[in-house]
């Protein structure tokens, strides 16, 4: 488990979004950014590597799947994300089974 402490111009619009219903939890949200920090260092690492005189097979070349997932989930509106119920993570057996809702943690 991590620990990750911001500095508070950062953390009060990501608990905002949070709390607008963007994303489910701070979790959900920090999942994202985290992604997006790994396509970046990716990018980062690939430009300073050494370009090979190997063609480059089209199958490695296609995005990995959270890329894919992140480009689909930009052009949902808004108002689509606001139609998710808020702990739809902590419940998603609820949602996805119709199973009884289990006791909200304190």
Do not use: C, N
């Not at 590597?49 to 052009?75: C, F, G, H, N, Y």
């Amino acid at each position: 488990m991590m620990t990750i402490h911001l500095p508070e111009k950062l953390e009060s619009p990501i608990l905002a979004a949070v709390h607008s219903g963007r994303f489910a939890s701070v979790d959900e949200a920090m999942v994202e950014a985290a992604a997006l920090l790994v396509q970046r260092l990716e990018l980062e690492q690939a430009q300073a590597s050494p370009p090979t005189a190997e063609p480059v097979d089209t199958a490695q070349a296609r995005k990995p799947i959270w890329e894919r997932i992140l480009e689909r989930s930009a052009a949902i509106p808004d108002k689509e994300w606001a139609k998710l119920p808020a702990d739809g993570a902590e419940q998603h057996d609820h949602y996805s089974y119709g199973t009884p809702k289990r006791p909200s943690k304190p």
